[in-house]
Nanobody
Framework: QVQLIESGGGLVQAGGSLRLSCAAS????????MGWFRQAPGKEREVLAA????????YYADCVKGRSSISKDNAKRTVYLQMNDLKPEDTAVYYC??????????????????WGQGTLVTVSS
């Protein structure tokens, strides 16, 4: 199994920035990609971004495209999500996920391999 630990959430003012981290451990040899989701109160979970472990392919949802950047450190088995120009509507619990297939991050019905516990991001106006 893969274990994921997120960090970096917190309270930030609108227009500010945050960098979330997700460290993977355990049986990570089967992981082909990692990504970030979020779930705001009363809303469904939505994918934000994904990145392949091998190569440089990335995916961004429209809601964060141009404001966020996903990156990785293969040696540390860690994925990052840099978020800029944060808005109050970005307030949510942010989750990291690991999956064998990169394409599954764009498949809403896919059951991904592993999830982190989530980290809360609160953006004040």
């Amino acid at each position: 199994q893969v274990q994921l630990i997120e960090s970096g959430g917190g309270l930030v003012q609108a227009g500010g920035s945050l960098r979330l981290s997700c460290a993977a451990s355990g049986r990570t040899f089967s992981t082909g990609a990692m990504g970030w989701f979020r779930q705001a109160p009363g809303k469904e979970r939505e994918v934000l971004a994904a990145i392949k472990w091998i190569g440089f392919s990335t995916y961004y949802a429209d809601c964060v495209k141009g404001r966020s950047s996903i990156s990785k450190d293969n040696a540390k088995r860690t994925v990052y999500l840099q978020m800029n120009d944060l808005k109050p509507e970005d307030t949510a619990v942010y989750y990291c996920a690991a999956e064998r297939s990169y394409n599954n991050f764009q498949n809403p019905s896919a059951a991904l391999d592993a999830w982190g516990q989530g980290t809360l991001v609160t953006v004040s106006s």
